[in-house]
C-alpha cells in the first residue's frame, strides 16, 4: 500500500512539473510576440475547404448524366467501376483526381491521356475519350472579401506572399502582367466516347458549380471541342483531299530527286560526258532536281571573302531566333514552375532573352544591304532594270517552298501527333492556315485577319516582300542620279522612325514588346503583338538602314576605301555600346508597377531598332572594306557557309519543330536554363537537318528551274550561272581587232628585242589573264545574285 501511495506522489508530482513547464512556455511566447488566435472572428476570412478537396470529391469517378448512348455508356462505367473491372478503372486513373501546384500557377492538371484513349471495350461498344475542362474560380465575397477590392493592401508588384495571409490573396488576379493568372485551372477527365464535349460541359457544371458553391467558391466551366481526342481522330474531307494531294506532291518530288541524282552521278558525271559545252537546258534541269549537285552547290565556297562575315551573321542570328522560339513555346504551354519565370521579368540580365527580337531586325538589315547592293552592280552593267522581272523572280524565289510548307502544317503535321493539347496548340495552327492561306499567299497576312496569323513568324516574310518594292525604287533612284537616291532614303528612314513614334504614342502601347506568358500562350491574340509588331510601317526602320548602308560601302568600295585601324576600334566600341543600350534598356518596361510614360514608350519603340541596326552595319561594312578584326574570323568560318544557305528552310521549318515538342507533351514541363538552352541544342540540330531535306529537295530544285526559266540566258551546268547581257560590259573580251592593235604596240615597244614572236607570245599571255581576271569579277557578281536569301 506504501509503495502504491509512493508512487501516485510521484506521478503528481511529475504532472506539476509538466503544467508548470507549458506555463512558463506560455510566458515565453508571450514575451516573444508570438501570439495564439483563438477565433478569427476579427479575420475578414471565413473557414472552408481548400478548392483541391471539394473538385476531388465532386469528380472523383465523374461520368456525364445524360440520356442518350453517352448515358448508357455512363451508367456502365460506373457498374463496372464498382466492379472494379479493368477498363473502369484504367477511365478512372486517366483523370485528374486532385490538383497540386495551383498556388505556384502549375494549373494544368492533365491525368493520363495515352490510358485514356487506349481504353477500348470491344464488347460493350465503348472506348475512352479525353477531354481537359477549363475551371475559372474565384472565392465568395464571405469567404475573402479583399478579393474584390480594386486596391491592394500589400503591393501587388511583389512576389513576395506573407504566409499567415490568405491563400486567396496569391489567387487573385494583380496589375502585374509578369504574373501567372493563377484563377484558371485546366482538368483531364476520361469520359465514353459517344459522349459529347457539349454533355461533358453540362454534366461537369452540373457536379462541379454547386459543390465549389457550397464551399465558398463561385466557379464556371467551360469544355471546348478543342479539348476532347480520341484514338482515331476523325479529320474534315477538305483536309483529307488535301493531305492526299500533298503526299502525292512529297512522293513526286522524291522521285524526281532520286532520278536526277542517279542520272547525274551515272551518266552526265562520268569521263564520256565531261565535255560541259555541249549540255543544254535539259541537262540544266536535271542538275536541278540532283541532291549531289545541289549539296555541292550548298557547300562551295565564295570566289572572293568580301561578304563573309555575312555568312556567319545570318547563321547565328538564327541560331538566336530558334532559342527564342524555344521560350515562346515552353513557357506558353504546360509549365511546371512560372515563379522561376516571373522572378526572370525582374532580372536586368535576362533582357538578352525577353528583348531579343531585335535579333530579327538583324535579317531585315542583311536582306535590305544585300538586295540593294545586288541590284545597284546590275543597274552598272544593263543601264536600266525590269522591275516585274525582278520582283517576280524573288517572288517564285521565296513563295514555293514558303506555300510548301504552309501546305504541309494546315494538312499534313495535324497528323502527326496527338496530346492533351495537341488540338488546341498544333490543331489551332493548322486550322488558322487552311482559312487564311490565301492572305500568306498574297504577303499580307500581317494587315488581313492577323489575329489569326497562319504560321507566327510569318509576318517577316510579308514585310520583306513589301520592303523589297520600296528598295527596288530607292535603288533605281540611286544608281540615276545618287543625292536623290539618298536623299530618298534619308526621308523614308526619317518617316520609318516618326510612324512607330505616332502609333506607340497615340495608341498608348508599350515600347518594347513584353513577352510575358499571356502572349506567349498565343502571340496573335495579343493587341500590341497584332497591332504594333507584326506591321510593316513599324519594322521598316531597320530595312531602311540597310538600304543607306548598301550605297555608302559601295560608294567606298568604288574609291577603294579602307579604314584605319584605330577607327575600326573605335567604330566597333561605339557599336558596342549602342547595341547593348538598344538591348538592355529595355529592361525599364519590365520594372513591376513602374509607371508608363506614352513619350518614353514612344521614343524607344521609334529609336531601339535603328540603334542596333546601325551597329550591325558598321560589321558589315568594316568587314566588307577592311576587316573587323577578331570578330572577323568568327563571323567567317567556311563552316558556317552551308548552315548560312540553309537559313530560309530553317526559317520556315523550325516552328513545326517546336511546336511539335510543346504540343505532344502528357505533363506540365519543369524549366531551368541548362535545360532550356538543351532543348535549343536539340531544335538547331532538328531543323537543320529538316531544313537540308527541305532545301535539297523542294527549295533549291525550284530555284533552279526558275533562273532556267526566267533567266534563260544562264547556263545552269554545274552551277556556273551566268547572264551574258549581265556581265558583258564586265567580261567583254577583246576582239581581234584589239588583239592586233594590242600586238603592233607590243611588236613597236620592244623592236630592241631580237625575238618577236617570243614578244607576241608574252602579251597575248597578259591577254589571257587579263580574261581571267574579268571572269573572276563576272563569277563574284554572280556570287552576290546567288547570296540575295530571305
Known sequence: MDSFFNNYRLLLTRNHLLHLFLVLICVQAGQTGVKFNSSLENEDVKTVDWIGWPLTKALWGFTPETSGLCGQHSRLYKQHLKLGNLWAVQMLESSSLSPGGLLAGDNYQLGHYDQCIKTQVPQLGISGKYCLATINYQPKNDVFRDYY???????????????????????????????????????????????????????????????????????????????????????????????????????????????????????????????????GNMHSLMLSYSIYENFLNLKKPDPSDEFASLHGMRTYSMFLIILGHRCLFTYGGPFHNPEFLEERFRCFTDMFLLNGTLIVDTFFLLSSFLTCYMLLLEMQKRKKMDFLSVYIYRWTRIAPTYMFVLGFQALVFPTLGNGPIWNAKAGLQAERCRKNWWTNFLFINNYVNSENLCMFQSWFISCDMHFFIISMLATHLYSKRRRVGILFASVLLGISILVPFLVTFQGKYDGVLRVYMSLLEDPPSNRNYREVYIKTHNRAGSYMVGILAAFLYHKLKTNEFRFKKIQVQIGGVLCAIAALGAMLSAWVFYIPGREYSALESALYASLHRILWSSAMAWIIITGGTTGFGVLGPILSMKALIPLSRLTYSVFLIHGMVQLFSVATVRSSEYITFPKLFWMCFGDITTSFILGLL????????????????????????????????????????????????????????????????????????????????????SKNIETLLEKKEL
Not at 460541359?201 to 471541342?225: F, H, K, M, Y
Not at 494531294?245 to 569521263?271: C, H, N, P
Not at 630592241?752 to 574579268?774: F, G, S
Open 149 to 279: 477590392r480594386d486596391d491592394f493592401v500589400s503591393n501587388p508588384f511583389s512576389l513576395d506572399y506573407n504566409p499567415m495571409e490568405s491563400a486567396w490573396k496569391k489567387i487573385k488576379e494583380t496589375p502585374d502582367p509578369s504574373k501567372k493568372k493563377r484563377n484558371v485551372l485546366y482538368w483531364a477527365v476520361c469520359v465514353p466516347s459517344a459522349c459529347s464535349n457539349k454533355e461533358v460541359e453540362d454534366s461537369l457544371r452540373q457536379v462541379i458549380v454547386p459543390t465549389l458553391s457550397e464551399n465558398g467558391i463561385d466557379a464556371t466551366v467551360e469544355v471546348n471541342e478543342k479539348h476532347c481526342s480520341v484514338q482515331d481522330s476523325v479529320y474534315p474531307e477538305s483536309v483529307i483531299r488535301g493531305r492526299e494531294i500533298m503526299k502525292w506532291v512529297i512522293i513526286f518530288s522524291l522521285l524526281l530527286v532520286i532520278t536526277a541524282s542517279t542520272v547525274d552521278i551515272s551518266y552526265f558525271r562520268s569521263k564520256k560526258q565531261a565535255d560541259d559545252t555541249k549540255k
Open 694 to 777: 527541305l532545301h535539297l529537295t523542294i527549295e533549291a530544285p525550284i530555284s533552279g528551274i526558275m533562273k532556267i526559266i526566267l533567266l534563260p540566258n544562264r547556263s545552269a551546268a554545274r552551277k556556273e550561272i551566268k547572264m551574258e547581257e549581265s556581265t558583258k560590259m564586265l567580261t567583254e573580251e577583246p576582239s581581234s581587232k584589239q588583239e592586233d592593235e594590242i600586238a603592233n604596240k607590243t611588236e613597236k615597244d620592244s623592236s630592241t628585242k631580237t625575238n618577236e614572236k617570243e614578244d607576241r607570245e608574252k602579251h597575248m599571255q597578259e591577254i589571257q589573264e587579263e580574261r581571267d581576271k574579268m571572269q573572276l569579277v
